[in-house]
């Protein structure tokens, strides 16, 4: 990888891309530094630290790279635009309208993102609101009452919601003029920012436990580098079907013939199950925070099940993502279309007939591969609870976090390999 960036360096517009997306990145960390006003950032920061950040807001804060807690213009991050995405894609499939606009190639994308846009920022204001609703009452806010607490309010949401924007906007700077896809840059820069914590953590620990942090620290370190070589390997893993393409003859020439493959990826839906099942089951520990609730009543022994730190948590989140997993690839992949495409091109799999048995044989070796994926994350998303249970220390990092880190490493890898490629046989390019 490091050799990857070296050569890129050595070609002057990548090396202006890279200088690009570099700034870019700059500026995103220098707006997670700057606070909102009218904000306690102190009161924000206990009530993430009150349950050990193991809540929705503790969640929002590892991805914003700690700007949630420090209560900056980034603070909401870009979770309002992973959202619009998530249900514009989803609408896609149920809205016939918007079926044919994704459909309809370039024009028809664009239309689709200038929804997506507006819904983010939609999205941006709601959550905007909702924050501002919850950190009233708990004294994070300077001014409540009066003229002076109506413009604070104003302020508050409207700082929030334009930082959702800028850095909406941002990404799309990086997707144009800079290297990977911006958002997923803004992603892994917020992600990796909190590495200097974790090594405070990790000093911290080790001042606690004294001589026996020396065989548990080594082991999580350990862990941690196992896991990101089973993750590279996990994404980069696949299965392929074998193609055959039939021989045609045209005037004098014979085309066709050649064997290809279709490549299936054991992790086809990404994070995306992992942060549907997180979304989902951190709703009941931050209902917590809204209502006072004894451990001894029914509610409050519900709520309390769903702790970061329970089994039934871990359990719950293993399930919801391997049903999270079918849901997604079955929304995404029609195995009926890819048979029918094959049909088109002459293509068909050896030794299945064209039509509905090759449908059915690619349906069949989908759900084979979707559920070692799903296993795959619903591991990745509870080992870090099992490794806390053995170790008795949280890193504040999981699974998704490294999937999130490992998986845009390797996209942006792969894409300055594709354009070194397409600048090395420029020659050939008329």
């Known amino acids: ?125 709601l959550q905007a609101f909702a924050y501002y609703g919850m950190l009233r009452p708990q004294g994070a806010v300077v001014h409540k009452t009066g003229f002076a607490g109506v413009f604070a309010m104003i302020v508050i949401v409207l700082v929030f919601t334009a930082g959702t924007a800028l850095i909406m906007w941002l990404g799309e700077r990086i997707n144009e003029k800079g290297i990977g896809n911006g958002i997923s840059i803004i992603l892994f820069a917020g992600i990796v920012s909190r590495g200097p914590a974790i090594i405070s953590r990790l000093y911290l620990y080790s001042q606690q436990q004294g001589t026996s942090s020396y065989f548990k620290i080594p082991l999580i370190i350990a862990l941690f580098l196992a896991i990101i070589v089973f993750v590279v390997w996990m994404t980069n893993a696949e299965r392929r079907i074998p193609i055959q393409y039939a021989k045609r003859v045209v005037g004098r020439k014979m085309y066709g013939g050649q064997s290809s493959h279709i490549p299936i990826k054991v992790n086809m839906s990404g994070v995306m199950p992992i942060i549907f099942a997180s979304s989902l089951l951190m709703i009941p520990s931050t209902i917590q925070m809204f209502v006072d609730q004894k451990a001894t009543t029914w509610f409050g022994k519900l709520l309390k099940s769903f702790n970061y730190n329970s089994w039934p948590y871990a359990i719950l989140t293993f399930l919801l993502i391997i049903g999270f997993s079918y849901f997604y690839v079955e929304i995404q992949y029609n195995p009926m279309e890819m048979a029918n495409n094959l049909r088109k091109s002459n293509g068909t799999v050896p030794g299945i007939r064209p039509g509905k048995p090759t449908a059915d044989f690619i349906s069949k070796v989908m759900n084979k591969i ?45 894409q300055i390999e594709s354009m070194m490629m397409m600048r090395h046989y420029k020659g050939f390019l008329i």
């Open 1 to 125: 990888m490091f050799k990857v960036f070296r050569d890129a360096w050595k070609v002057a517009d990548l090396r202006q891309r890279l200088l690009y997306t570099l700034m870019i990145i700059v500026i995103f960390r220098l707006g997670s530094a700057i606070p909102i006003p009218y904000l306690d950032t102190t009161m924000l920061q206990n009530m993430i630290s009150a349950s050990g950040g193991n809540n929705m807001l503790g969640y929002i804060d590892v991805l914003t790279g700690g700007a949630f807690s420090r209560a900056t213009i980034f603070a909401l991050s870009i979770s309002p635009y992973i959202t619009s995405s998530i249900v514009i894609q989803l609408l896609s499939v149920a809205i016939p309208s918007l079926e044919r606009l994704s459909k309809e190639g370039e024009e028809g994308r664009k239309v689709i993102m200038k929804i997506t846009r507006w819904t983010t920022v939609a999205l941006g204001l």
């Open 370 to 414: 979707t559920f070692v994926g799903a296993l795959f994350l619903g591991v990745m998303a509870i080992l870090p609870f099992i490794a806390g249970k053995f170790t008795g220390m949280q890193l504040g990092i999981g699974g998704t976090t490294v999937l999130i880190i490992v998986g845009v490493a390797l996209d942006t890898v792969k």
